[in-house]
């Protein structure tokens, strides 16, 4: 087996979605996790904008940082994990959680940005219902102690 497969291979078998851009942001690496998470196909999505799975609201945001990453070749987001919302195909919302990787040229350019991305939605809506009970126990507490 060579390297490539290995890779290829592990790309395709790993529960998290993994997609790369290239420097103009089109969409050159969708794994089937993404095709699980975000409902488009490799063939749906290959060759379109990460727009596809950015709310509309965000997309202006994230494209003024994938740019300023593709002129500066450093991205503020290497080692750590940010949360986002995404769209589903569908149009459902999701909440992601994703770090990133630069790829690039022999003449260090960055080449592309690599995702690895998990879908945090079932997670999240349970923190804001453990923290919107927390709240009406809070005021529960409050009101009774009040004199």
Known sequence: MT???AYKELVEAVGDAIMACDASGTIVLWNPACTRMFGYSAAEALGRSLDIIIPQRQ???HWDGYHQTM???KTKYG???LRVPAVHKDGHSLSIAFSVA???TPEDKVASIVAVVRDES???A???SLRKRLT???QQVTAQTKP
Do not use: I, P
């Open 3 to 5: 390297t490539f497969t």
């Open 71 to 73: 002129a500066s070749g």
């Open 102 to 104: 630069l790829t690039h």
């Open 126 to 128: 349970q923190e804001r």
């Open 59 to 61: 997309q202006q945001r």
């Open 79 to 81: 080692n750590d994990v």
């Open 122 to 124: 079932a997670r999240f």
């Open 136 to 138: 009406e126990l809070e």
